[in-house]
């Protein structure tokens, strides 16, 4: 057995996490951004951007309930509270220790009954005259011809968010080292599991059962349990010519020798996580495969050695190409690595197709949390890819994740 | 239980086709060239491909397109698994995280530059730009309005395909029943309905909140999931599930040993209610009825919908207290299907709450639970 990264304590990151201060460090945030840019309000309609702003947790899931049914919050610039509109007002999670005053009934944004008695609400809190901006628009409030400026379109609060959440609070690092460590039992529990003829499904079920028991809050997405072709050209057709990843799990039945690909996510405390392996079904790997996993290590290694504050996403990049013989080692409709927090993929996007002229000018922070995901591939012989999450500190960074690489 | 399903397929054709052909005709009648939905049971309807769960709302970007004077669709995937043959290779766009590259394949999709008329499901602030650069001639339109719309009456097929989501549902919910014991809590209640519906075959929960302790100070509370159950606690279930992209939802409220004698008024209550919704659940019938409904009958709706559609998901009809105006606005008819919540509470009991699918038919309203909630 290799062991997981983390081989040292990590003294970053407090023991458990601190909800009302994690709240208060958010908002200032995000304050501090909406002064600067003299904003008097913000308001949020973005499911994570509300988890951000208000600490809120609620397990709404999917489109079903998502757009008709969204929880809003105004951030105000001189209020260290937010506000929330909210059908579930009743339940604690939703309140999320917010006064009374704070706490107001549901904004149907989707509807034109809804923004008409939303916008009292909402003056009333900010004032009719206040610099409003919006993270997301809909069509009735499009049509109500509102929070809109001399383009026609609102102020864009999405990018004070961004902005705000890259770096990350002690306490947001807490929360996501447990969603880690919950999302590691489950991982732990359906590797007991792994055997030839047990179903993806079957897996997702393991997985499913033991984070919940174990305090998720969420599954994040439809776990990923890919058994990988030898060729690319087993494989699906793709846009780019290389290889299909994610593809959705079904009642497959496992045989021996398949080579699984994972990735999975949990939300804890609204802060997500995200895990990655290449394991193998009822065999122990055999010698082309054990110098895959070798060569992974390398390139991961070569991309820490360079990941510290004030790195260039270029300097992550050249380095893992170098340590993977000059060709890029991770997949092209994807990155080498990204950010992680309220969402399970956010900036820094280090080698995204957004272009080599943005990751040689995009410095990382301390603060940042960077999952790193490079890929293997060696076409006739499958490859090998995994995750690790980092903190950026100044002179390096910290494991977040602990692990083992079981079978290699 | 349903067939075993070992690859990621489409949509049945003929589904896809009766779908797209109702897209199309309201298109036309609305005189929109172009469609974006980002939305993904919009996608769902019009391309017919599974894409890959996410939990929680996304922000708005076109995932699928479709041109109405050629009905060709462009897709956002990275590959062509699950992807029908009507849509070649040409029209699938790879994930991007450009949006420089989103606007080049935006604009050069058939009569980009000339359609007049561009629709979404969705805006940001930053829609208006992308729209006037892709489609330089077109004015913006609401398509969310339009697909809601098109989605509001079912086809027979996928009347059928809830009725398998309930189904599958209510397996899943028995398993989290049986689990119900002293000391549990809403949480591993929670847990025991996931593990049972992916062992069922399905991994797409449409609520991760699946059962929770109501409160007994204040209406429509619940207790913190971590809350151990005791005797005598209402506990209610609220499950939901996709198979096959379709919402099967149902609630039932119970507790260890069965209800307790103090909920016995309750109970009753639920039943009177319960009757009073289907009664108005009738072809033709405004859907504020429903909320007259708990008037009349002396309880207090619930904060939530009392009725939402099911289908793909974000379905009508949308029946809250909070819309009202809405509620009057929207006919029930025959080809719905929605699942109705009925909750009744009392001080120092709790609450009961309960909710079945039901199609909406030309007879009346019909049930699509095998083990309906109601006594009779």
């Known amino acids: 057995m290799t062991a997981g990264l983390m081989s040292a304590a990590v003294g970053l990151v407090p023991d458990k996490p601190d909800l009302a201060r994690m709240r208060r460090d958010r908002t200032g945030r995000i304050r501090e951004t909406m002064r600067a840019q003299g904003l008097d309000a913000v308001v949020l309609l973005g499911n994570t951007n509300v988890v951000y702003a208000t600490g809120a947790i609620w397990p709404l899931s999917d489109a079903s309930r998502t757009y008709f049914e969204q929880p809003v919050a105004v951030v105000l610039a001189d209020d260290e509270l937010p506000h929330l509109f909210s059908p579930n007002r009743a339940d604690p999670r939703m309140q999320a220790d917010l006064p009374d005053d704070h706490l107001h009934g549901p904004a149907h944004l989707d509807f034109d009954e809804g923004v008409e008695a939303f916008l009292p609400r909402l003056y009333e809190i900010t004032g009719d005259k206040a610099a409003i901006a919006i993270d997301e628009w809909t069509h009735a409030l499009r049509r109500a011809d509102v929070l809109v400026g001399a383009t026609g379109a609102p102020v864009d609060a999405g990018h004070i968010i961004s902005r705000a959440k890259l770096i990350k609070t002690p306490d947001e690092l807490a929360c996501l080292r447990a969603g880690l460590r919950i999302t590691e039992e489950g991982i732990r529990e359906v590797q007991s599991r792994l055997a030839p003829g047990v179903r993806q499904t079957d897996l997702t079920a393991v997985f499913l059962r033991t984070i919940f028991d174990a305090g998720a809050d969420a599954n994040i997405l439809d776990p990923i349990w890919q058994v990988m072709p030898d060729r690319i050209a087993d494989g699906p057709w793709t846009t780019t010519g290389d290889l299909a990843l994610p593809l959705l799990s079904t009642e497959r039945e496992l045989e021996a020798g398949d080579v699984l690909w994972l990735d999975l996510g949990i939300s804890y405390e609204g802060v997500h996580s995200d895990f990655g392996r290449t394991w193998i079904v009822g065999r122990e790997p055999s010698a082309v495969q054990r110098e895959q996993f070798q060569r992974w290590r390398a390139v991961l290694d070569a991309a820490l050695g360079v990941t510290r504050a004030g790195a260039r996403n270029s300097d992550l990049t050249a380095a893992a190409t170098q340590a993977n013989g000059g060709k890029k080692p991770w997949l092209p409709h994807f990155y080498l690595g990204h950010g992680l927090g309220i969402d399970s993929a956010e900036m820094p996007f280090v080698g995204s197709d957004i272009g080599e002229e943005f990751d040689a000018s995009y410095v990382l922070e301390a603060g940042m949390v960077l999952v790193l995901e490079p890929v293997i591939w060696d076409d006739g012989q499958c490859g090998y890819r995994s995750e690790e999450v980092v903190l950026i500190t100044e002179d390096g960074w910290e494991p977040l994740t602990d692990y083992p690489y079981d079978p290699f | ?376």
Not at chain 2, 100 to 125: C, F, H, Q, Y
Not at chain 2, 221 to 236: N, T
């Open chain 2, 1 to 376: 239980m349903e067939a075993t399903v070992t690859d990621v397929i489409p949509d049945d054709a003929e589904l896809r086709a009766a779908r797209r052909a109702r897209v199309l005709a309201a298109m036309e009648a609305a005189g929109v060239d172009v469609l974006i939905a980002g939305r993904e049971p919009n996608a769902r309807y019009i391309a017919g491909v599974p894409r890959l769960w996410i939990n929680g709302s996304r922000p708005f970007g076109p995932g699928c397109v479709i041109e109405r004077a050629t009905g060709s669709i462009h897709l956002v995937s990275t590959w062509d698994e699950g992807v029908p043959d009507d849509i070649p290779h040409e029209n699938l766009h790879g994930i991007t995280f450009n949006r420089a590259n989103t606007l080049a394949w935006l604009s050069k999709i058939e009569g980009a530059a000339t359609a007049r008329s561009v629709a979404t499901d969705g805006l940001m602030p930053s829609t208006l730009g992308l729209i006037r650069s892709a489609f330089p001639q077109a004015e913006l339109a609401d398509g969310e309005r339009l697909m809601a719309a098109v989605r509001r009456l079912k086809l027979p097929a996928e009347i059928r395909a809830i009725r398998t989501s309930v189904r599958i549902a209510e397996h899943a919910l028995a398993a989290a029943q049986a689990a119900l014991g002293a000391g549990m809590t809403g949480r591993r209640l929670t847990a025991a309905f996931m593990e049972a519906m992916a062992e069922a075959g399905v991994t797409t929960p449409t609520t991760q909140d699946v059962a929770w302790i109501t409160g007994r100070d204040r209406h429509w509370a619940q207790a913190s999931r971590d809350a151990p159950v005791a005797v005598g606690d209402l506990v209610a279930f609220d499950a939901g599930l996709m198979a096959d992209g379709y919402v099967g939802e149902l609630g039932r409220t119970m507790s260890i040993g069965g209800l307790p004698p103090s909920a016995r008024k309750l109970r009753q209550q639920w039943d009177e209610l319960w009757d009073r919704l289907l009664e108005a659940c009738r072809d033709g019938a405004p859907a504020s009825g429903l909320l007259d409904a708990y008037d009349a009958s002396g309880a207090t709706a619930p904060p939530v919908p009392v009725a939402r559609g099911l289908g793909l998901g974000n379905d009508l009809p949308f029946v809250t207290g909070a819309l009202r105006r809405t509620a009057a606005d929207q006919k029930l008819e025959a080809g719905m299907v929605v699942a109705l919540t009925a909750y009744v509470w009392e001080q120092g009991v709790g609450g009961i709450y309960g909710q079945e699918p039901v199609v909406i038919t030309e007879d009346g309203p019909e049930l699509l639970s095998s083990a309906p909630y109601r006594r009779t």
